[in-house]
């Protein structure tokens, strides 16, 4: 097992973990379980040892709203969970991200513990205590709220079905190209072979040293949402799932560095991302992803300021003018 800390969360990244799911406390008043239909399993599993309730969210996007995050906090109410419960998150980005959206907020915060069943949750979404839900566009309205523990098992990661493995790997992928070249190597030789008991931490290693430094996202955290400006957009619009249109928004970004930076990885990172079985384009209304890129958070009236790359490992937060964009969106999408 091997034990790393982020941003005063505890994680914890090996086999066999559900075990003991909990960090020792003597004043927890109280335990409940949040997930969704392809985690119950997991869940209901670690609910028996706590001899916890369970809340069942909807899967994907659906989950993140707030009507679903109201009839949480009513759930919560009604079975008296107080400010000394604890929150215990079992599932994928979704429900990480609106279980720690209500644990963070109810009651002006109790305790939450995630235990991500993906591969995409436990290298991103679990890790670095951001929440959100929906609005008009996705993550409009977030809390950042540190779970006390994370639990990455990699028994339950290594169960999961080839469409679940290739999603994460495009986090991995990010992780990779943002913070450490090795990586990127590992995944070039081995592909979906690569091993999770090195590249599950490594990936987690990138982020956690950038989140260290940068907690709240004022300033270089925000590389880290490489390749999610333009995907953010594409899933919306599009449906298809977040690890796939990061994917295609690292592809655009790539386009962009092209142009603006002299980056000369692009093509490294488009064999990449193809031998990752990822998706590096697809068929979506322009217009409506120009629209949603208009809502994006980073965005101001000449343009939008994006995560590029100078090169592997070295990222920067860069206005993108509305031409440059529009360009490679047109060489991205179709």
Known sequence: METLTVAGSQVLVGAGLLASPLPPRSDRSGTVIFTQPGARDVAESVAARLEAPVRVFPDGERAKTLAVAAGAYRWLDDIGLDRRGTVVVVGGGTVCDVGGFVASTYLRGIEVVSVPTTLLAAVDAAIGGKTAVNLEAKNQIGTFWEPSRILVDLDVLGSLPHRLVREGMAEIAKAGMVGDERLVIELEEHGLQAPLVKIVPAA?????????????????????????????????????????????????????????????????????????????????????????????KKRDGSGIRMVLLRAVGCPVVTPVDKATLSSALSDTLR
């Open 204 to 296: 987690i290693r990138v982020k956690a040293k950038i989140v260290t430094e940068d907690l709240r996202e004022r300033g270089i955290r925000t590389v880290l949402n490489y390749g999610h400006t333009v995907g953010h957009a594409v899933e919306r619009v599009a449906g298809i799932s977040h690890g796939e249109s990061v994917s295609i928004g690292m592809t655009a970004a790539a386009h962009i560095a092209e142009s603006l930076l002299g980056f000369d990885q692009a093509d490294r990172q488009l064999a990449l991302l193809e031998g990752l079985e990822l998706p590096t384009t697809c068929t979506v209304d322009l217009a409506e992803v120009t629209f949603m890129l208009r809502k994006d």
